[in-house]
């Protein structure tokens, strides 16, 4: 099992800047990729960005040049850096963690931090 826990979500002014952190634990070990999802209300949860263990990224086309995704693996630890925030950036933000079970894997997620960028 591997948890997750997001933190630094909060309120910041459209064009303002918030970074999250998303810290694993557990059973780490062969953890293939991190990422980030958001959620709005009623919808279903969208990419943000990814992050696999050999650095390859993977960027929502809604935040490229915006938003960067990273990793600190010796922490286990992943980012988001959030940038030039719109109002429609606001929504739920959750970590995930792809983890390998050799034949299968799994998905993990964290509980979701809300932000929300104001007008």
């Known amino acids: 099992q591997v948890q997750l826990v997001e933190s630094g979500g909060g309120l910041a002014q459209a064009g303002g800047s918030l970074t999250l952190s998303c810290a694993a634990s557990g059973s780490t070990e062969s953890i293939t990729g991190m990422g980030w999802y958001r959620q709005y209300p009623g919808k279903q949860r969208e990419l943000v960005a990814d992050i696999s263990n050999d650095g390859t990224i993977n960027y929502g086309d809604s935040v490229k040049g915006r938003f960067t995704i990273s990793r600190d693996n010796a922490k286990n630890t992943a980012y988001l850096q959030m940038s030039s925030l719109k109002p429609e950036d606001t929504a739920v933000y959750y970590c995930?963690?792809?983890?390998?079970?050799?034949?299968?894997?799994?998905?993990?997620w964290g509980p979701g931090t809300q932000v929300t960028a104001s007008s």
């Open positions: 995930n963690a792809g983890k390998s079970y050799g034949d299968y894997g799994a998905d993990y």
